[in-house]
């Protein structure tokens, strides 16, 4: 019988059956519960901007610039009325509600962190699975991604925004790049693994073709470390897309930006620290939601971590 020939009913079921065995052990993992409702509250946060802030996050009144959290604006309408506004988060230097600026800069750092796990995990896939699988390729390839790992990851980004025009784009660019090497050498690593095992040798004397083979019995095995490898990438490229927009090499400042905000407010931080205190306190919790799903995530897919559990 062909080693790829189709799945039987019972192969079927008992894929089903496994598939919701792992549902069920997320679902139980406090770690990844944790990760999740405060990722689902910051990502609800991000959708629903347009409602939640009260402000235009660009609008400048410099006639209520640097107001403490809480402050109260009196807004009068096109028809005469007037309305007390409340500013809970404050004003930076221009008079801009920090708390519409924040909520509006969920919108780009979640942006950034899912683009860049996305890419750098599908073109990583993609050399990897190469990288492992023909031997001749491996040396090249790996001493090339060798050389970019020597370059600490938030100099290339720095090197790349530098080599075009600053936006939202060129900062996706430049972090996917130092974060390629990092997934490459994960699935490398495991299709060196799967690739001595029997029923892959098994499909190999059979006369299975390589992309066939690769596709159907060495891919599967490293969507798990894949999963778990996304959700890092996703908090470090949140990471460095603020420290980016921080240095003023990142997005650009009229955009809202965690990092944005923090960089505009650093020079009144002791007199207003409001301006860094919030998104710092969003940033924060973002990069702990996504580390905390990326454990639980870990301890629930690989097979060793829950021997130790």
């Not at 007390?84 to 509006?104: A, E, I, N």
């Not at 370059?151 to 660019?173: E, H, M, R, T």
């Not at 190999?204 to 159907?216: H, K, Y």
Request: overall charge positive; some cysteine; glycine content about 8%.
């Amino acid at each position: 019988m062909n080693a790829s020939a189709a799945a039987t009913p019972v192969d079927a079921v008992a894929a089903g059956r496994a598939r919701v065995g792992v549902v069920h052990r997320l679902a139980g993992n406090p770690t990844v519960v944790a990760g999740a409702i405060i990722l689902a509250v910051i990502v609800a946060i991000g959708v629903f901007a347009p409602w939640l802030a009260s402000f235009d996050p660009a609008q400048i009144n410099p006639a209520f610039r640097n107001k403490t959290p809480g402050a109260v604006e009196v807004v009068r309408a096109d028809d005469g009325t007037t309305r007390d506004v409340r500013h809970w988060m404050g004003t930076d230097s221009l008079g801009r509600d920090v708390g519409s600026r924040v909520v509006y800069g969920a919108r780009a750092s979640l942006l950034v962190g899912v683009s860049v796990a996305v890419i750098a995990v599908a073109i990583g896939l993609v050399i990897g699975l190469a990288s492992g699988y023909v031997r001749w390729l491996d040396g090249i390839v790996m001493r090339f991604m060798d050389g970019l790992m020597a370059i600490p990851a938030i100099l290339l980004a720095i090197a790349v925004v530098s080599l075009s025009s600053a936006g939202l784009a060129a900062v996706i660019v430049a972090i996917v790049v130092p974060e390629i090497p990092r997934v490459v050498r994960l699935v490398r690593s495991v299709v060196l693994a799967v690739r001595e095992e029997p029923y892959v040798e098994a499909a190999v004397a059979v006369g299975t073709r390589t992309v066939p083979l690769v596709i159907r019995h060495i891919l599967p095995n490293t969507v798990p470390p894949l999963i778990v490898q996304a959700t890092y990438i996703c908090a470090a490229a949140i990471l460095i897309e603020a420290i980016l927009s921080f240095l003023g090499v990142g997005i650009p400042p009229e955009t809202p930006t965690w990092g944005n905000i923090m960089a505009e407010g650093r020079t009144l931080f002791r007199v207003y620290p409001h301006n860094i205190l919030y998104p710092g306190i969003l940033l924060a919790l973002t990069v702990l939601a996504v580390n905390l799903l990326g454990d639980g995530l870990r301890d629930t897919l690989d097979p060793r971590m829950r021997e130790r559990l």
